[in-house]
């Protein structure tokens, strides 16, 4: 089969986010702009020569006619072998399990993750390493840079592999196998929990409901839950993957995923409520008339997870992302063992992950994982909650009532601003970096201001940093508010603005979070001037 190697010039912008590089899917269609991204991954990581990939996507539109792409490419750059997802699909977490169990040297995840898919909606592309986790940015800036310089693209010209059926294949001399996409993440499942305890739960007429949102993980959630643990059929909900989500923003929140919360809190409510993104590795949880922050996910998981056996022996400590609340950190000091802080995005984990210093990793965009696959995990944290309400039997709602008992409450709330004017946005974000030396000791809607910085990171294990990743501002009634531009966007700017507060007081623990944060939302106003530099009246989604 012949390689051709194609002419092509810089595309500008391909610079990958918060996690990966993301577009308008017509952007990703044009010719050459997937092409061009591609083989300057390669290159970036030393070539593809004699190395094997695994690749799969969300499913969105475009996937498979990107995987075929990437196939050929692939072929032409030399490669040994790729590991596909049949029908093109992994979860994000799914292909980090098989990149570790099945050692390949790294793998591309097609996704967009949260934002709609569809002709009209977005794409991404996304390089995990060796270790599964997503790729540090010295990769993705090299990967950049590369971008910035590509001048050809190899490709061989053949038919199209066929994704359907299990087996292996060969495109040129690549071989090619086409895995289940389930099958290697449900045994690492199997491993970590307590199926049998999970089994005897849903047979005890536990009830629940997982929305998979019409994305990646409904034929996982189907086959581990429904099939494996027992669960009823419909404890699964629009868990038949769709090019567009069915027209749906595959995103596990309040606002998006509006019908099961309403039905959490409803008259007929389940047990268990959860719900995942477009490539399956954000969670929402939820319980009969509660809703768990994912900051507070993180935490209750962190103080239970040694009743899952795959982590019996304890943690070796704790990761959050900077925005993410404190009362994991309140876990970890309990516990005894260390808390990270780190820039959002799950890239900043590896480096601690691999060195032993975390086994447990959160944000507050609800995004939860460990050392099994270095990357968030929808499912898997909803087989941690699962396994610890087996073991416990008591309810979400008495979960959370005795863990604020032991550990006090951080209220915690983050208002999206989501396609605001780009010049605006960062034009709010310059001017409250520029008052960040004259803030401390002011007062702000009756809050005092102790200190106020722009985040940044010195990573402990390969001593790389990150700056400008967020202007933080604490207060001195044990409150801050963080004002951050979203790197996942396609189009203007989402600015996001994490409340919290910490509440000892058990008298208080009832509170609805908009009320109990009410100070902190008028001081985040007055600092930032949201409503006049934004024009918007209030956030479009609030989680
Ligand atoms: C968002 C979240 C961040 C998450 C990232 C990727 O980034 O805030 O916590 O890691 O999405 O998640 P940003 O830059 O838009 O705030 V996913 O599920 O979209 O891969
Ligand atoms: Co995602």
Redesign the pocket.
């Known amino acids: 089969m012949e390689v051709r190697t194609v002419a092509t010039t810089p595309v500008e912008g391909q610079k990958p986010?918060?996690?990966g590089l993301r577009a308008r899917t017509a952007v990703f269609m044009r010719p050459g702009y997937l092409e061009n991204f591609v083989q300057s991954l390669f290159e970036a990581i030393g070539g593809v020569g004699g190395k094997t990939l695994t690749l799969g996507g969300d499913g969105r539109y475009f996937n498979e006619r990107a995987i075929q792409t990437i196939l050929k490419m692939a072929a032409a750059n030399g490669a040994a072998g790729v590991l596909v997802g049949q029908g093109g699909i992994l979860s994000t977490p799914a292909a980090a399990a098989v990149i570790r169990a099945r050692r390949t040297d790294g793998g591309i995840i097609l996704s967009a993750?949260?934002n709609p898919g569809g002709a009209d909606g977005d794409f991404g592309i996304k390089y995990n390493i060796p270790a599964g986790g997503p790729a540090p940015e010295s990769v993705t800036e090299a990967i950049y840079a590369r971008t910035k310089e590509i001048s050809e693209y190899r490709i061989i010209d053949a038919p199209d592999v066929d994704l359907s059926a299990l087996g292996e294949t060969t495109l040129g001399a690549m071989r090619i196998e086409v895995i289940d996409p389930v099958a290697i993440y449900a045994d690492l499942m199997a491993s970590l929990f307590d199926f049998d305890a999970i089994r005897d739960l849903f047979g005890s007429g536990f009830t629940m409901r997982f929305d998979a949102m019409h994305a990646a993980t409904g034929p996982y959630a189907t086959r581990i839950l429904v099939e494996t643990l027992g669960a009823p059929p419909e404890a699964v909900m629009n868990g038949t993957p769709l090019p567009d989500f069915g027209g749906g923003h595959p995103d596990p929140n309040p606002t998006y995923a509006k019908p099961l919360v309403d039905m959490m809190m409803g008259p007929d409510a389940p047990d268990f409520g959860a719900a995942s993104?477009g490539?399956g590795?954000?969670n929402m949880i939820l319980g009969r008339g509660v809703y768990v922050t994912p900051s507070d996910s993180l935490a209750v998981l962190a103080a239970n997870a040694h009743l899952a056996p795959g982590y019996a022996n304890g943690l070796a400590g704790i990761a959050r992302?900077m925005p993410t609340s404190r009362a994991a950190d309140r876990v970890a000091g309990k516990l005894g063992i260390g808390c990270h802080e780190t820039p959002?995005?799950?890239k900043f984990f590896g480096t601690l992950l691999d060195a032993d210093l975390a086994t447990l990793c959160g944000?507050e965009?609800a995004?939860t994982g460990s050392s099994h696959v270095r990357e968030k995990d929808g499912l898997w944290a909803v087989l941690l909650w699962l396994n610890i309400l087996a073991t416990r039997r008591v309810s979400v709602a008495d979960i959370m009532q005795a863990h604020w008992a032991e550990y006090g409450r951080d209220y915690y709330s983050r208002h999206d601003y989501s396609d605001v004017d780009k010049d605006a946005a960062e034009a709010l974000m310059a001017a409250l970096r520029d008052r960040l030396a004259d803030l401390p000791g002011t007062t702000v809607a009756g809050l005092t201001v102790t200190s106020a910085d722009d985040f940044a990171y010195t990573d402990p294990v390969d001593g790389s940093t990150a700056t400008r990743q967020g202007v933080r501002i604490l207060f001195a009634e044990d409150a801050r508010v963080v004002f951050r531009l979203?790197?996942?966007?396609t189009v203007g700017a989402?600015l996001?603005v994490y409340l919290e507060r910490y509440e000892p007081d058990p008298a208080r623990f009832g509170e609805d979070p908009q009320q109990a944060l009410a100070d902190v939302i008028a001081a985040a106003e007055a600092l930032a001037d949201i409503r006049t530099r934004t024009g918007r009246d209030g956030p479009d989604v609030i989680t």
């Open positions: 986010g918060t996690s993750s949260h993104d490539d590795d954000r992302s959002t995005g799950w944000e965009s995004g979203s790197g996942t966007g989402t996001r």
